[in-house]
């Protein structure tokens, strides 16, 4: 069995021997750094591949992406004898909990005024609690990730709403589905979390239509892809004051180019898309799972539905 490896920003080799490791007892395995022009390979583990890569390796069973997202893989033509395959959690959807979570806390406990008051002004002061019931927090994307950030959120006690495309039930969570209650789900919202897939139909549905349906005084959290978000509509919303702050993990350019507005607005918190990580060892793990089960004619969890495109 031939492994191919090709990764953008990351390093080949540990991912290599873990798999050699995982796999070893496999007969004729060979597991490499892919090349141009290298032999075909059996299965490929990606990060954003190019499309010389795809097109070179015509005949792979599935490739593994190591990321959640898989937007970059949809944007390129896969034939349809190659199944794309996600991983199922590894590990994120715990991290993306505590993301989002610190991030809803810290906006509602308005940690970063105290820190102000504190450090800044060398205050000592009191703000009024806020009121829970008045920040609805709304969660766009209720897969893997998006139900368990709901699922924290609700154990904080928060009023969490869910919005997906096709209709879901969690738990506490009150549930839209569907462009035809998108309108209905961020009106009532006043904290706003995207973990939506990025696809044709969500790419800039964060835009000042949208935005301004939240409850006023808005704050939104993007975890998901930059391409979700307008930009220059977010930062129109918060000169107006509809929207009050932002948490922004991700960015329509990475890393978030010099000079960009983001940089200078004190209002949105900034960080490297660094959310949920992937970890190495229980990807490796599971993606050698996934190739044993395959091998056995097995169906394996995380398949993408090219025509949804995630
Ligand atoms: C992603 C990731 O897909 O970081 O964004 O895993």
Redo the contacts with the bound molecule.
Sequence with gaps: MHITVTFQGTKPEPWIEGLQAELADLPALTIDAWQPGAPPADYAVVWTPSQQFIDEQSSLKAIFNI???VDALMALRIPATTAVVRLDDTG?SVQMAEFVTHAVIRHFREFAEYDADMRIAKKWSYRKPLNREDLPVGVMGLGILGERVARALKGFEYPVRGWSRSPKKIDGVECFSGMEQLDSFLAGTRILVCLLPLTTETENILNRRTLSRLLPGAYLINVARGAHLVEDDLLALLKEGHLTGAALD?FRKEPLPPGHPFWDEPRITLTP?TS???LRDESIRQIAGKIRALEAGEKVAGVVDPAKGY
């Design positions: 990321g959640a997202g994120m991700v898309h949920a990580r992937t």
